[in-house]
C-alpha cells in the first residue's frame, strides 16, 4: 500500500474517531441536561430544607395565623435536616423535621409527604399553631393536626368545618370566651421564645415540652388536657409564670 493511501486511511479513521467522541459527549451533555430539567421539574434540591429559600406566597402556611414556609409535597432534598427524628409508621421509616415529613424515595433522596393519620411523633414541630375545638386543643403546622396522646403527639383528620374552632396566636392574650360558651377563659398554651444559646429547632421543641411538664407540675393547670379552659385564672397565671421561669433558665428570652 502506498504511503498516500496509508495516510488517507489514517485521517478517514481519525474524522470517524472525532465523530464518536462528539456523539458521546453531545449523548453526556443531553443526558445531564435532561437530569436538571428532572430535577426542577420535581423541586429537588442537594442540600436540606431551608424555609429562607421559600419565602414565596405560594409556600406560605398563613392558616390560623400560622405564617411559616414549607415546601410542596413532592419537592425532594438531598439530607434530611439536621436533628431530624425517625417514627416508623407500618414498617416504612418517616422523617420528621421542623413540622415537615419526609419519605426515603431512594440514596440522597429525601421526598416531602403528607404524613398518615395515625402517626406519632414524641413532640411538636418548634413553630405551631394552637386551635380549641369543642374544648379540645388542635396543634396545627403544616397542613397537618395534632392532638397529644401519649407518648407524644399523633397526627388526626381536620377538626369538621362546622365545628367551633378559636385560635391562639403564639402573641394572644386570653380570649374572654370558652370554646364551648360556657364562659370562662380559654387558656394561654403559647409563649413566644427566642433561642440565645442558638438551639437547634428539636431542642426547642425538646425544652418547650419539658417546661411544659414542669409548669403542669407547678401550676396544677395543663392547658392541653379538654377541661384546661375550666382552669382558674391563678392557674393559669401559675402556668405561664412557671413556663417563662423554665424557658429563661434555658437560655431562651420569653415574652
Known sequence: MSSWATASRRRALDFVSAMILAISVSGVVSTSHADEYRGREHGYREHEFREREFHQRAYLDSRYHHNHYYPPLGFAFGVVPAGHIVVRQGGVSLYFAGGVWYSAGGPGRFVVVAPPLGVVVPVLPPFYAT?????????????????????????????????????LPPSSRPVQQSPSGAGGQIPFAQLSTYPNLGQSQQQQAKDRYECH???????????????????????????????????????????
Request: aromatic residues 16%; proline residues 11%; contains cysteine.
Open 131 to 167: 386551635v380549641w375545638v369543642g374544648g379540645m386543643p388542635y396543634y396545627y403546622a403544616n397542613n397537618t393536626y395534632y392532638i397529644q396522646r401519649p407518648p407524644g403527639y399523633v397526627v388526626v383528620s381536620p377538626p369538621p368545618p362546622a365545628a367551633t374552632v378559636v385560635e
Open 213 to 255: 411538664r414542669w409548669a403542669v407540675g407547678q401550676s396544677g393547670y395543663d392547658p392541653s388536657l379538654s377541661n384546661g379552659p375550666g382552669a382558674t385564672e391563678q392557674q393559669m397565671n401559675g402556668y405561664r409564670a412557671s413556663m417563662s421561669a423554665c424557658l429563661s433558665a434555658r437560655g431562651y428570652t420569653v415574652w
